[in-house]
């Protein structure tokens, strides 16, 4: 067995000060300890803490880790005696086989490659449409909500047929339950409100279908609830990865303004540019899995009901797997992150936030060779670590006119 693993004792919630775009010191000094870590969670419960690429990618291809909601434990949260109940119908990244399949199947063929590289002239339009509203109305301005937020809340809107009418108050429910820092009344309050909205865009899809995804779906045996809950996954996680990704991208960009001036100079360098920020940055920091049963994992038993967080964002920073793993290097020929997970679960949008990034980021430094940030970086707003995705509030940017 060798010797005993390294011990965490508490989940790190604090990046270094001045590194907004590295993890947490902790979690990167767990990885130089081995991939593997034990962990205790609140409450007393033993469980792993997993930081390594090569055994993140080995679980989450492991059928005999658990997906399931009433299954996992918060790592930072001691929920006592409570039970999680299972997901609700559609609410498929909490869920194992045979119920993922039944609502990620119906989903796959919407979502392919081809289909979604035939958006990108949308999406060129969208993003052209926030740049001029940006240079009309001059600088400064927060790149957040003038560029990040709308472009990929816009798109998936579009294909989920949300009326235009009501994205606005859409995002702002949706952000409110995903920001990490809205109090538990109104987080209740925003979630409660956006699975009443999406009940009633169901009910509408299905007596009125349109050319949209959601209205494709009401053409099969699923059921109005199931179709709310997949509708919420899709909508939740289309508007925010990807708007987080946009703006916390661009912070990076501007504070490495060698790789931001290669990215202007060569834009057929997009593609890389948005592997290599997607593995740097990984805004999507952690995910959870149970044991089902005893396995073997980097030398180590994890034993049946064992809970194990799986750190995205380190085995990202593998020095194992790639080179100067804290450089943010666009031209970087060691691809292959796990931004967007791996096996069953490997995020279902991943093509279209890909032509998002691929359109958005050359635009926008092609748009403002100027661009640069309007406040000192250490002022920029970060979000929280207890939100479920990592990102600035607000980014500040001014530009010459």
């Excluded at 670590?385 to 001014?398: F, M």
Aim: negative net charge; charged residues 25%.
């Amino acid at each position: 067995m060798g010797e005993s693993p390294h011990t965490v004792t508490t989940m790190p919630t604090v990046r270094q000060p001045g590194c907004p775009f590295d993890p947490p010191a902790e979690l990167l000094d767990a990885r130089r300890h081995g991939p593997i870590s034990r962990y205790t969670f609140p409450g007393g419960r033993p469980g792993w803490l997993i930081t390594g690429f090569d055994l993140v990618r080995s679980v989450l291809a492991d059928s005999r880790f658990s997906s399931r909601k009433e299954l996992l434990l918060h790592p930072t949260i001691d929920y006592g005696d409570f039970e999680a109940p299972p997901a609700p119908p559609g609410e498929f990244l909490l869920m194992d086989e045979p119920r993922h399949g039944r609502y990620r199947k119906p989903l796959m063929g919407k979502f392919t490659v081809r289909r979604m590289r035939l958006l990108t002239e949308r999406v060129e339009q969208i993003t052209a449409d926030h740049l001029d509203a940006m240079e009309k109305a001059g600088p400064p301005t927060d790149l957040v909500t003038a560029f990040a937020k709308p472009i990929p809340a816009i798109m998936i809107c579009e294909l989920l047929g949300v009326p235009y009418e009501d994205r606005g108050s859409f995002q702002e429910q949706v952000d409110s339950f995903m920001n990490g820092e809205t109090s538990d009344e109104d987080l209740i309050a925003a979630y409660t409100a956006t699975q009443e909205y999406l009940a009633r865009l169901v009910a509408a899809k299905r007596a009125n279908p349109a050319d949209d995804v959601l209205s494709d779906l009401t053409d099969g045996d699923l059921t109005d609830e199931e179709l709310k809950g997949m509708a919420l996954i899709l909508l939740a996680a289309g508007i925010d990865t990807t708007a987080n990704m946009l703006s916390l991208g661009a912070f990076a960009l501007l504070r490495n303004p060698e790789q931001l001036a290669a990215l202007r100079a060569d834009p057929a360098l997009a593609d890389r540019a948005v592997e290599e920020l997607l593995r740097y940055l990984g805004v999507a920091k952690t995910f959870m899995r149970t044991a089902l049963e005893d396995a073997e994992v980097g030398g180590r038993t994890i034993k049946a009901g064992s809970p194990v967080i799986l750190s995205y964002n380190t085995a990202n920073r593998d020095p194992e797997r790639f080179a100067d793993p804290h450089v943010l290097d666009l031209r970087r020929q060691d691809g292959g992150h796990l931004a967007f997970g791996h096996g069953i679960h490997q995020c279902l949008g991943q093509q279209l936030a890909r032509v998002e990034m691929r359109v958005a980021f050359p635009a926008l430094v092609d748009r403002f060779p100027a661009l640069r940030l309007a406040v000192p970086p250490e002022e920029v707003a970060l979000r929280p670590e207890t939100a479920d995705i990592y990102g600035v509030k607000s980014l500040p940017v001014t530009w010459d006119v």
